[in-house]
């Protein structure tokens, strides 16, 4: 099976929200910049809050993401804003489970880590991959990638991590119960 790679995408409708609120952001900013400059009301915490909201803004939309399915492993690269190359390499025999996300308080798995790995200009649906880390001392944690893959892609991951593609975490936490009970006996 050849190697498959997916590229981070812009959608219309997700740059115009993005946009939308970097206009918001940006009004905010320099209507406190008017109260400060022009009438001196001086507000460090309103101006440091927008400053660093138009920032994270900025990098959630600036940065584009590479998923790249290897013979062992999946790769994350991310390129950010300033140009900054970050990869994030999770092995297929650690994982155990991929799911469409959906959005809840508390969730079946307690993650150690999520790493947001999807462009918020991409209008994909939002994949989870769950795996397991071992640390220096050996101790397992659950860490969770959030990913937004192609058709193409999640297709191939079915067919080199068979039962471990699921369409929800339910499902995912099934399969993941009955291979510990498994373990166990």
Same mark, same amino acid.
Request: proline content about 2%.
């Given at each position: 099976?050849? &190697?498959?790679?997916?590229?981070?995408?812009?959608?219309?409708? &997700? =740059?115009?929200?993005?946009?939308?609120?970097?206009? %918001?952001?940006?009004?905010?900013?320099?209507?406190?910049? #008017?109260?400060? !400059?022009?009438?001196?009301?001086? *507000?460090?915490?309103?101006? =440091? %809050?927008?400053? %660093?909201? /138009? #920032?994270?803004?900025?990098?959630?939309?600036?940065?584009?993401?590479? #998923?790249?399915?290897?013979?062992?492993?999946?790769? %994350?690269?991310?390129?950010?804003?300033?140009?900054?190359?970050?990869? *994030?390499?999770? !092995?297929?025999?650690?994982?155990?489970?991929?799911? +469409?996300?959906?959005?809840? +308080?508390?969730? #079946?798995?307690?993650?150690?880590?999520?790493?947001?790995?999807?462009?918020?200009?991409?209008?994909?649906?939002?994949?989870? /991959?769950?795996?397991?880390?071992?640390?220096?001392?050996?101790?397992?944690?659950? *860490?969770?990638?959030?990913?937004?893959?192609?058709?193409?892609?999640?297709? =191939? /991951?079915?067919?080199? +991590?068979?039962?471990?593609?699921?369409?929800?975490?339910?499902?995912?936490?099934?399969? /993941?119960?009955?291979?510990?009970?498994?373990?166990?006996?």
């Amino acid at each position: 099976m050849a &190697n498959i790679t997916v590229h981070s995408t812009i959608t219309r409708k &997700n =740059a115009i929200i993005m946009g939308v609120l970097v206009a %918001f952001f940006l009004f905010l900013f320099a209507f406190d910049l #008017y109260a400060w !400059l022009g009438k001196g009301f001086f *507000h460090p915490v309103e101006l =440091a %809050f927008e400053v %660093f909201v /138009l #920032y994270i803004l900025a990098e959630r939309m600036g940065a584009k993401y590479t #998923y790249e399915l290897g013979k062992r492993s999946i790769i %994350f690269t991310k390129r950010g804003l300033f140009g900054r190359d970050a990869k *994030h390499e999770v !092995l297929y025999k650690d994982i155990f489970g991929i799911y +469409l996300y959906k959005a809840k +308080l508390v969730s #079946y798995i307690k993650f150690r880590r999520t790493f947001r790995l999807n462009s918020a200009l991409d209008g994909r649906d939002v994949w989870v /991959l769950g795996y397991e880390y071992h640390d220096d001392k050996g101790a397992k944690q659950n *860490h969770r990638v959030y990913f937004k893959p192609s058709p193409e892609m999640l297709a =191939a /991951l079915k067919d080199k +991590l068979p039962g471990k593609v699921h369409g929800t975490e339910e499902k995912t936490i099934q399969e /993941l119960v009955k291979e510990e009970i498994k373990a166990e006996q």
